[in-house]
């Protein structure tokens, strides 16, 4: 274990690694702070420019955008009450009333420390958890895995709030797209529509970045979204002071906890983590009044547990092979695509670059403090560019770097396709979480299906006689039965 | 009544009928294992009990879901500019069609003819840099 932790430090180490972490974090930034533009679009459109590099120089420039984006996020939430990304939408209850009362500086300063703050406890859980999981979920067959990814795609769809149908709906149009190709077990061509560049399935990275790249431009359009304009001379001290620090810690911790376990849940992100975070800081506080105007609490907590469901994601990413979030997602791709196959395996046959992961997230975690700190006035400048200038370079670094994946202009046509689709959807408030998420776990689903059916010879009792499976099976029918019957119980 | 949920469960369903159709083409297996058409089947039929209840939930839905489909006009108009781009892809130099296209998405867009034409030209050369010169992508 030693010895590999220090060859996954090495790796990290090298200076051409820690400048594409550098890149990266420097580049997640722009795209949290950008509102419209969140850590999924980034890593969606640069995650073909890691495929040139080696694993360890791709995976740090698309971590570093992962890290990056989301404490920049707080940045336009704190400075003109509109969240950069998902995550960061608690962010505004409290950053924004503090900006108000001149404290725009101190409001800056506590997201760019309490989110380092939740990314390092969540990156703790993954480096302390993650073995014993992978080590667990060895033991898992076909039938587990078979219940693993229905539990996932379920519960995706679960949390899509009152669009449980639609969630589910889009969870199964994922895995229809996932029958494109060749069958899993036996090599017949399916779906493919007479094309041979289908035969291997559709591209994963051009649906991404057709669907949370080229679709998010297309909303904006629709929406005839504005440029912003802020100013950001008159900010203020940023550090907190040590009485300040002694009513961020304890929220902030609490934060990084429930950011991280709700993080480890898959399709469940850092903006869910960072409402449930500061309900429960206002609930156990002294001074509830204070939350929603400006409260320092508040700020904290919803802060760490936005970034603290990075590392929960990665530990479900990591070691089940089932995305955490959206960006997760997007990183299994990468991690395909350099031959490595996210799930227990991973820590079995590449332990070392396991704790590359780890020393990566710690270091870009460390960096994205130090880019909150130094670059809140430059960052909060960069709100300044046009949108249709962004829209413009969104779509053509989209469809270059679709293209540049393998050469192939049915690429460009899967990544116009999705974006399409992404915009239709997205219009009718169907979640895409579950597309992708279907899309992914579909080979994985429809392969171990088959395998366990051939192993209780095409008999479905299997479902019940595996402890494990019938556990997924039954966590799988509550994550779909409950959210109706709230909102059931919840319409008049 | 939601018309939004009602064309979602209905395209929904038309794709999940498709489905179960096209996977009676596909070998269905030996005896009771499954073949390449057996998961298709199963993902259509979720899709169709899904779409049902979708449709059921759109006859009995009082709220307003819809929402406006807002610069639709933009929308498509920007869509068929990327779909002359990429038919046209592999046709002429690659720094003058998508000099071209960034230009006139620009003007789409809003931007004044002076900013599209140094945009475009400051895009182009980036993409060109890093992919073509960079990383050795065969952009022609």
């Keep these: ?492 | 009544m939601s018309r939004r949920e009602l064309v979602l469960g209905a395209s929904f369903l038309a794709l999940g009928m498709g489905l179960v159709a096209s996977s009676y083409a596909l070998p269905s297996g030996l005896g009771r294992l499954p073949g390449p058409g057996f998961f298709p089947r199963v993902i259509g039929g979720v899709m169709v009990l899904l779409s049902l209840g979708l449709l059921g939930q759109a006859r009995r839905a009082t709220e307003p879901l819809r929402q406006g489909a807002g610069d639709l006009r933009t929308v498509l108009l920007v869509l068929g500019l990327l779909a002359l781009y990429l038919l046209g892809w592999g046709i002429g130099p690659f720094a003058v069609r998508t000099a071209l296209f960034l230009l006139l998405l620009l003007r789409l867009l809003g931007q004044p003819w002076r900013t599209g034409v140094t945009l475009s030209l400051s895009l182009t050369a980036v993409v060109i840099l890093a992919f073509r010169i960079g990383l050795r992508v065969p952009l022609e």
Excluded at chain 1, 277 to 283: C, I, L, N
Excluded at chain 1, 375 to 401: Q, Y
Aim: proline share 6%; charged share 10%.
């Design chain 1, 1 to 492: 274990m030693g010895a590999d932790f220090l060859a996954g430090l090495h790796a990290t180490l090298q200076p051409s690694v820690l400048a594409f972490l550098l890149a990266g974090v420097a580049l997640g930034a722009v795209f949290g702070a950008l509102p419209g533009l969140t850590a999924t679009m980034g890593v969606a459109v640069l995650t073909p420019l890691s495929f040139w590099v080696s694993a360890e120089q791709g995976l740090a420039m698309l971590l570093g955008i992962y890290c990056g984006a989301l404490p920049a996020g707080g940045i336009p939430a704190i400075l003109i009450n509109v969240p950069g990304t998902p995550a960061s939408i608690a962010a505004c209850w409290d950053g924004y009333p503090l900006a108000q009362q001149g404290r725009a500086g101190l409001a800056l300063g506590v997201n760019a420390l309490l989110s380092a703050l939740g990314q390092l406890v969540s990156i703790l859980f993954l480096a302390v958890a993650a073995f014993p999981i992978a080590s667990f979920a060895l033991r898992f067959g076909p039938s587990e895995y078979f219940g693993l990814t229905l539990f996932g795609i379920s519960l995706m769809a679960g949390v899509s709030g009152r669009r449980v149908i639609p969630g589910l709906l889009a969870g199964m149009l994922g895995l229809a797209l996932s029958l494109v190709g060749l069958d899993p077990m036996t090599a017949y061509p399916r779906y493919n529509f007479g094309l041979s560049e289908f035969l291997d399935g559709i591209s994963f990275v051009p649906v991404m970045i057709g669907l949370f790249g080229v679709s998010e431009v297309l909303v904006q359009i629709s929406e005839r979204r504005e440029s912003l304009v802020v100013d950001a001379r008159g900010l203020g001290r940023i550090f907190p002071g040590v009485a300040e620090w002694k009513t961020l810690l304890p929220s902030g911790l609490a934060g990084a906890g429930i950011g991280t376990l709700v993080g480890a849940v898959p399709a469940a992100g850092g903006d869910i983590g960072s409402v449930i975070a500061w309900e429960q800081a206002r609930r156990f506080s002294k001074d509830k009044d204070e939350f929603g105007k400006g409260s320092l609490r508040g700020l904290s907590a919803s802060c760490a547990s936005s970034n603290a469901a990075i590392g929960g994601a990665m530990t479900t990413m990591l070691t089940l092979g089932i995305p955490g979030d959206a960006v997760s997602a997007i990183l299994i791709g990468a991690l395909l695509t350099h031959g490595l196959q996210p799930g227990p395996l991973l820590f079995r046959d590449h332990r070392p670059f396991v704790f590359t992961i780890v020393c990566l997230l710690v270091f870009a975690s460390l960096l994205t403090m130090l880019v909150g700190l130094v670059g809140a006035r430059p960052l909060a400048r960069v709100l300044k560019v046009p949108n249709s200038w962004l829209w413009t370079g969104i779509l053509l670094f989209g469809t270059v770097g679709s293209y540049a994946l393998n050469n192939a202009v049915v690429d460009l046509w899967a990544m116009f396709a999705a974006g399409v689709v992404g915009f239709v959807l997205r219009k009718a408030d169907v979640p895409l979480g579950p597309l992708v998420l279907g899309l992914i776990l579909g080979p994985m689903m429809e392969a171990n299906l088959r395998r366990a059916l051939i192993l209780s010879r095409g008999d479905w009792i299997f479902t019940l006689t595996q402890p494990i499976t019938l556990f997924f099976l039954v966590a799988t029918v509550a994550s779909v039965v409950l959210p109706l019957l709230r909102r059931r119980r919840a319409s008049p």
